[in-house]
């Protein structure tokens, strides 16, 4: 009876012993094309109790050892190749619970930040509005398209254009006429014309998440705490 099956991944509490990531993939994707529900561990950084007297970190991916916990469970339903998400390790600070808790497993939410003096409507367009990256993908921009129909007739006025590189927010400005208020996030470093506003960027241990937005997927934007 499949709907009493669970494929669930192994924890390794030694370091350099945890999955390789493309082997964790093929292996997660054999349960998939089952329709069985998946499951694999992440690693409390403030927890230190385990099944062995090891204490390296308790983790599914050897990659996520080092990372903070809301992190790895982004970056493990991003592969859309696990539904459910464990903490491995005891006890989770109420600060990585609360962490947890705000994440949505159905939409990918990137941590930013916004540059200083941002003007209120930029800032709300990144925070507020509704994103999906465009069907017609780009190697060197996600374009989130909306606002810039939304705000149409809005002057985006010309505030800070320095060159883009990975993870930079970027709003269009009316320079760029029927493109303005368009907001796009840099995938690799780009000349601005002048004509672009670098409004903030995506958290640097969260930028690697860009690569796993797909042609239509929704996605948002969380202001990092201080």
Sequence with gaps: NAANLMGCHNFYPHRYTGLNYDHFIETSKQYKEHRLVTAAFVNSPSAHIGPWP??????????????????????LWATEVIDDVIIANAFASETELKALSELNPYQLT????????????????????????????????????????????????????????????????????????????????MKNSGKSNVVGHVVEEEQFLLDYLKPWQKFQFNLKSN
């Design 54 to 75: 090891v204490d390296e970190g308790l983790c599914t991916l050897e990659m996520h050892r080092e990372w903070p916990i809301e992190v790895q469970a982004k970056h």
């Design 110 to 189: 990137l941590t930013c930040e916004l540059e200083a003096d941002v003007p209120e409507l930029e800032a709300k367009i990144v925070t507020e509005e509704f994103h999906f990256n465009r069907g017609d993908v780009s190697d060197y921009v996600i374009r989130s398209t909306q606002s810039r129909v939304k705000y149409k007739g809005h002057e985006f006025v010309p505030f800070n254009t320095p060159d883009m590189k990975k993870g930079d927010i970027v709003i269009e400005t009316s320079l760029y006429a029927h493109y303005a208020g368009e907001l796009q996030v840099a995938l690799k470093p």
